[in-house]
Each structure stands twice: as C-alpha cells, then as structure tokens.
C-alpha cells in the first residue's frame, strides 16, 4: 500500500448522486415477500415488491439521521429515508463506505423534526478515485465486513447449540447416561427436592453459591491523573457497544479484582440488566455491574445460568417503584438451580466448554477485524493510503 491521492478527482456530491425520497410503507399495508424494507436504521422488515432496483444505499433522513445501509439487491426504502441515484458509473459499495466517514449524523437541519437536509450533503466535496480503484477499496472493505458477519453468524450458531445442550443436560436431565443414553428418559434415578425431581446425587444450590458477584467501584472518584496509565470504564453503555471514544477513563492503580479481561462474565444488576462475555480488552468494572467469577464452578455454567433467571430479574427490576430498577443480593441467594456432582460436571462440561471457548474466540477475532476495518476505513476513503492495482502504478 502506498500514500498520495493527487490523481484523484474533486468533486461535489451533487455532481456525482442524487438523492430521492423513499415512500411510505405501513407495516400493515406490506405483503409477505423476500424484499427488504429498509427505515432510517437499516432492515426493518420485508415485502413482495420492490420500490428500487438493487444494489444501492439507503440513507437516514428523518429519525436516525445519516445512518447509511446497503442492500445487495431490489429493496423499498420507506419515506424516513434517502436512496442513492448515481449520474455516471460508480462503485456503490465504495460509495456505502465513503457515505459513512462523512458524518452525516451531524448535518441535522435546525427544525423542530430534526432530520438531514439534501442540499447539506450535495455542498460536501469529495475526493474521488476512478472506478477500478473505487472497486479494489469496495473489496477490501467488504471482505474484512464478510468476514466479521461470517463471524457473528458462527458465533450465533454456536451459543444457540452451547445452550440447547446445557437445556437438554442440566435442565431436562437428558444428559448421556452411562451407556450413551439419556438419563432422564431411560429410567435414571429421581429424588425429590425444592425443585421438584432431579437425578440422584445433584444438589441445589443458588447462583450465590456457584459464583462470586463482586460489585464495580464508583470510579467516578477514581481519576487518572495527567501523567498516569488510565483504564477504560466499563458501564452498561459499554457492555452494548464496547469501548468508544466517549467511553469515560479511571486510574489503572486499582484492585487487581475490579480489572475485567477477554472471557469475563460480566452482570449489569440495574438500570438495564445484561449479562455479557466482556471482549473489547483490559477495563475496569464500574458500580452497578457484577464481575462474575467462580474458582470451583466452570464459566459456562454459571454464565448460562445467569442467562436462564435473566428474564426473572429484568421482571424483578421493572416491578420497582423507583427510577431505576435493579435486582438485590437476596434474588441471587433465592435463585436456585440443580448441581450435579463435579465428576459428572466435569465429564459433561467438555463438550460445553469447547464451544463456549471457540464463541470467545470468534468475538475477539471480530473485534481485531473491526478495529482494522475503522482504522482504514478513512485513510482509504481519503487516499492516505492507496491500494496497488494489477498492471498499474497508483503511487
């Protein structure tokens, strides 16, 4: 790769696109069908027929203003959207990319429905490459995109089994008996407990005592000074989105306990309640976040657990009649659930564990192609670095 966009052109948006107005489309009013409806945050739902000929972008007018989506076919973008007409041949998948580090979002037009003003963006210039070269950043770009999405989709895959399994296993009791068969409905022996029947030789025990749950700092007192090494603060925010450039800062000169790693299981017990595996890198655990660890029980177990009784504490959480809703200590101690002897968790825990190691993989993995994506998305969109093509010098 190589620096120096001279012989790219200058131009006006407005030279280059046009910008047309999508139509309104109920939900009620769509038929049921494989073409994609797209609103001013990308998909939202489908129809039988098409407003424009695919590909193209689909820009955010009303609503989430500058949002830009791309569909690889025909699609209907609704009436709170923008979508791309081009006046000569261009790369549209060049131009999604381009759209995107042209901030958008910040051309709000002053009236009492924000939204984003056409004539805004046909006055931005732009520096164009020519469409062979338009085409070899497009690839670059949607590959690294291709190969997060791959990701995302195995990812998916893999919880959707891990959980199927620790359903069938610890819930169903239909885990592999001695002979190969399951447990439960082979005829495996029954006792009786609070929770009704479990296998012989389980316990039950609550989520308190198969992990710790140690509470965030108020890191809000614990500033960086100038001069010294600083930490990320992880909140529920980042838990959603990762850590970002508002993403506030604390000193590193913490308690080791209250540092989150990759592979950390992470609970937000208020406001909005998430359980996560923390992967966006080393930070440090704010007040109303759980870190949740375990030196005798394995991180699947308690983490799939915790997401069973979420939909429990989230109910818990909206009861509460004050502005913030959160779950106590006490729901953790009450919340119980059959253990089985740690010979058999150990013997049924490596199937788990091996997928439950290939989905923090898979997340971490994402996130390095993520960061590479954003760090070249502007220098390639502005030519800082350029991209060598077949048969020609392009330095």
């Known amino acids: 790769m190589t620096s120096n966009s001279d012989s790219w052109n200058t131009k006006l948006i407005s030279d280059v696109v046009e910008l047309k107005y999508g139509k309104g489309l109920k939900e009620s009013e769509r038929e049921r069908g494989i073409i994609p409806v797209y609103g001013s945050k990308a998909k939202i739902g489908y129809h039988n027929k098409y407003l424009v000929k695919g590909p193209g972008i689909i820009i955010g007018r009303k609503g989430n203003v500058g949002f830009v989506s791309l ?16 006046k000569d041949k261009e790369d549209y998948v060049f131009w999604y990319y381009l759209f995107q580090t042209l901030n958008l979002n910040q051309m709000n037009s002053h009236s009492a429905v924000p939204g984003l003003n056409k004539d805004y963006v046909y006055n931005l210039k732009v520096k164009i490459p020519e469409y062979r070269e338009q085409q070899t950043i497009a690839k670059i770009l949607s590959d690294l995109d291709e190969k997060i999405e791959l990701n995302n989709q195995m990812n998916k895959t893999l919880e959707n089994i891990a959980q199927a399994i620790f359903k069938r296993w610890f819930i169903d009791f239909e885990f592999p008996n001695e002979n190969g068969e399951p447990y439960k409905s082979s005829g495996g022996e029954m006792v009786e407990s609070e929770l009704g029947l479990i296998p012989k030789g389980w316990e039950i025990l609550s989520l308190s005592n198969i ?22 603060v992880i909140k529920i925010r980042e838990l959603r989105n990762g850590i970002t450039d508002s993403t506030e800062r604390c000193t590193s000169n913490i308690p080791k306990n209250y540092i989150a790693e990759n592979g950390d299981v992470i609970f937000s017990w208020s406001g909005s309640l998430e359980v996560v595996i923390w992967t966006y890198g080393k930070g440090a655990i704010n007040q109303h976040l759980f870190k949740v660890r375990s030196e005798k029980y394995p991180k699947w177990f308690y983490y799939f657990w915790l997401l069973r009784f979420l939909p429990e504490f989230r109910k818990i959480a909206e009861d509460k009649a004050t502005t913030m809703g959160h779950i106590q200590r006490h729901h953790l101690n009450e919340s119980l659930l059959p253990v089985p002897p740690q010979e058999l968790m150990d013997k049924l825990g490596k199937s788990i564990e091996s997928i439950f190691e290939e989905v923090i993989t898979l997340r971490i993995q994402s996130l390095t192609l993520s960061n590479i994506r954003d760090l070249l998305l502007p220098k390639l969109m502005t030519g800082k670095i350029r991209v060598p093509m077949e048969g020609k010098n392009v330095g």
């Open 211 to 232: 992990a710790d749950f140690l509470n965030g700092l108020p890191l809000q007192n614990y500033r960086p000074r100038e001069d010294e090494e600083w930490l990320p």
């Open 71 to 86: 569909s690889r076919g025909d699609f209907w973008p609704i009436d709170t959207t923008y979508y791309v007409i081009f």
